[in-house]
């Protein structure tokens, strides 16, 4: 899969696409590592995957396979000795490894929530230890929690609730992350980058977990009744990922990305009963659409996000990205994969 830039624009980077660098990916068997994997590949760079294969798959790695420059190791981020052992042989870490949406924190959120905050100090720490390795850090939107300020910028305020429920525990884990990368960075003069990636959706995404673009594309074609959760009223901005892909290349490309952080997301939004809808009309199915109470899936107490819109001036003024493809061309993706079996069952 290519990812082009707008004609003309001009980057201002130490690492060029002509040059070579190693790349440590941890969670590069899952679905956006996958796909970045891919790319670091295509612009000629080496790539070490590390996933320990809990919700990643070898099987995304397929394309990857057998490249020069490309090799996966199965293990954990827990694993301090490989990590630094790993950490030693590359330039640039991105740090992609951790719970997958709310599901995890639901059923074991103390394993959860300790095991998202040590892989990052595990990680942060090796970095470090090597010299001053560059660190990419995955982080979230929920990170906003019920902010409805509109548009959510940066600096915008954390509004969150219950913390002992399973998205707030999510939400203040992803938090931690943040704050440890960003202790790193001003305290020992660590090249972090923080991004903030807001529904990042399209092929190799398998459904459930609280994936809801291939979750109810998968029950369209399937035939079996669409679950939306809470009232479908909730609205979302889903970015294909190749878009996310692209920004994250482009931050990692970027001097002055050192020490920020980043919304990643669409402006397009969408309330997710009229997703589901939308993907009926698209798969031609005849499927109904079922709206199921919080409290059957994630227990009581559970609450929800109003809104996910992201404010991208930031990563606009600094590196030109936009998105470049909409929801119509991730749902079309999603929907030939499902149609060709090859999206994960649900789960």
């Not at 809801?212 to 009223?233: D, N």
């Not at 499927?287 to 991208?312: K, M, N, Q």
Request: hydrophobic share 40%; with cysteine.
């Amino acid at each position: 899969m290519a990812y082009p830039r707008p004609n003309g624009l001009l980057m201002t980077s130490t690492t060029s696409a002509s040059s070579h660098s190693t790349f440590l990916v941890t969670g590069g068997a899952g679905f956006i590592g996958s796909h970045l994997t891919d790319a670091l590949l295509d612009q000629g760079h080496s790539v070490l995957v590390l996933d320990d294969l809990s919700t990643g798959s070898e099987a995304s790695l397929d394309a990857a396979a057998g490249r020069p420059g490309f090799r996966f190791v199965k293990g954990s981020v827990l694993d301090r000795l490989l990590v630094d052992e790993l950490t030693a042989q590359v330039d640039t870490v991105v740090h992609l490894a951790a719970a997958v949406g709310l599901p995890p924190f639901a059923e074991r959120q103390l394993h959860s929530f300790t095991t998202s905050i040590r892989g990052t100090e595990t990680v942060l720490e090796a970095a470090h230890r090597h010299g001053g390795r560059k660190v990419l850090l995955a982080g979230t939107s929920e990170i906003y929690g019920k902010n409805r300020s509109g548009p959510m910028a940066e600096t915008a305020d954390r509004v969150i609730g219950d913390t002992g429920s399973a998205r707030w525990s999510h939400c203040t884990a992803k938090a931690v992350d943040e704050i440890l990368a960003s202790a790193y960075h001003r305290e020992l003069g660590l090249p972090t980058i923080v991004v903030r990636l807001f529904n990042t959706a399209g092929a190799r995404q398998g459904a459930g977990r609280g994936a809801v673009v291939p979750t109810l594309v998968r029950q369209a074609v399937e035939g079996t009744p669409l679950t939306v959760h809470g009232t479908g009223r909730q609205r979302r901005c889903f970015t294909h990922v190749a878009d996310t892909v692209d920004a994250l290349v482009r931050l990692l490309e970027h001097d002055e990305a050192v020490g920020g952080v980043f919304n990643i997301g669409s402006d397009e939004e969408i309330g997710i009963a009229e997703l589901a809808a939308r993907i009926l009309r698209r798969t031609a199915s005849n499927s109904p659409i079922h709206l199921v109470p919080y409290p059957e899936t994630y227990g009581p107490g559970h609450e929800d996000l109003e809104r996910g819109l992201p404010d991208t001036a930031r990563m606009r003024r600094l590196t030109g990205w936009r998105p470049q493809r909409g929801l119509t061309e991730i749902l079309d993706d999603t929907i030939a994969e499902a149609r060709s079996g090859l999206v994960p069952a649900l789960v």
